[in-house]
């Protein structure tokens, strides 16, 4: 009797590089139930790279953001994309994503099932969406992703379909070595990295979760004697770069910037056996997660519900007040929620807290 043919599996999950990292749990328990199974993903490129240290998935595939350029004269490389799609019949599609974007990638894609959450189909689709979907998927589930963390949003879609256990497994990646030439970050003749270490991602793109220059210099004045070695992570703005290199000045020699963009599995090495991460709402947050490293976030109007760090030792700090798992819903949208709700002093404050429980 021929042996079964090992089971097929594509994701589809189009967004933001953090995102890409919450849906590795879900490959990983359909790794452990099916050992053998081809797991693929689609994904938006530029999130390739955080999956350095997470192996349950075979093939990446990319498709560009819906808002670039690239995106809107790359035809040809969508239409390549979906020539990829289309070589291998599926067992199983999900639509991960709840995007129309996912959902058209799932349809040109050749599988046997199709999933998808319906409800934002119900409740906010138009006529051509609520006639045409329903049609091309084959299963569905219905929830409000809204009251659900992205997590568990996309576990959700699977776990009845696969035979996966109740709770997706814990955000998990593997042990990455520290390369100062890779992570483009100058240390003198014979560096070692110190147990005693803090690291700051203290950029993002949106305003909206942004926090003030000024306080970010202060925060770190104040923890840097409670450190032997301070990390900043980066993004690739003018001002970014500036803010690092005031923070650098405030101690020399202790404090480490790197001259372009620190890669994902370079920062992940770093937060492997840290005692602290600080930073605000972004994939580093998840990224420190997954590494175990006690975190204290800076939020903004995001839902921690959904966006929340799922870590035992992880905190956020909302409106000056210490809040953990589990976390409230959306804090509201103004723009200027971090510069003019949370303080200094409150932020220094959880460090503290945290590393006392910690043992840092």
């Known amino acids: 009797m021929p042996a079964p043919t090992p089971l097929r599996c594509l994701f589809i999950k189009p967004k933001l590089i953090g995102d890409t990292l919450l849906l590795t749990p879900t490959l990983e328990a359909v790794r452990r139930r099916h050992p053998n199974a081809t797991i693929d993903i689609v994904i938006r490129r530029g999130s390739e790279s955080i999956l ?25 490389t969508q239409l390549d994309l979906v020539r990829e799609l289309r070589r291998t019949r599926y067992d199983w599609i999900f639509e991960c994503s709840d995007t129309a974007r996912g959902r058209y990638l799932a349809w040109a894609a050749r599988g046997w099932r199709k999933v998808c959450n319906r409800h934002d189909i119900d409740q906010y689709g138009r006529v051509f969406d609520r006639v045409v979907w ?12 809204r009251d659900t963390h992205a997590i568990d949003g996309s576990y959700r879609l699977a776990q009845p379909f696969l035979d ?32 005693s270490r803090l690291v700051v991602h203290c950029g993002t793109r949106l305003a909206s979760k942004a926090w003030p220059d000024d306080r970010w210099v202060q925060l770190v004045t104040r923890l840097a004697p409670r450190f032997d070695q301070i990390f900043l992570s980066l993004g690739p703005s003018e001002a970014e770069a500036r803010l690092g290199a005031q923070l650098a000045a405030i101690a020399p020699g ?21 005692r602290l991460f600080l930073g605000v709402d972004t994939a580093a947050m998840h990224l420190a997660a997954a590494c175990r ?49 949370n303080s200094v ?8 807290q945290v590393l006392a429980e910690t043992g840092g």
């Open 134 to 145: 329903p049609a091309v998927f084959t299963d569905t589930v219905n929830f409000d992703w």
């Open 164 to 195: 996966l256990p109740s709770q997706p497994p814990p955000l998990d990646y593997h042990a990455i070595a520290f390369d100062p030439r890779a992570a483009q970050i100058p240390v003198p003749p014979g560096f070692q990295l110190s147990r």
């Open 52 to 76: 350095a240290g997470c192996t349950a998935q075979n093939r990446v595939f990319q498709t560009e953001a819906p808002d670039t350029d690239r995106a809107r004269r790359g035809w040809r």
């Open 293 to 341: 490293c006690p975190s204290v976030v800076i939020w903004g109007p995001a839902s921690a519900v959904v966006f929340g760090p799922q870590s035992a030792h992880a905190t956020i700090v909302i409106d000056n007040q210490i809040v953990r798992s589990p976390f409230p819903g959306s804090t509201g949208h103004d723009e200027a929620r971090l510069g003019t709700r």
């Open 254 to 274: 202790r404090v480490f910037a790197p001259t372009g963009f620190l890669p994902w599995s370079q920062l992940a090495a770093l937060l492997q056996g840290a």
């Open 345 to 352: 002093e409150a932020v220094e404050h959880t460090a503290d």
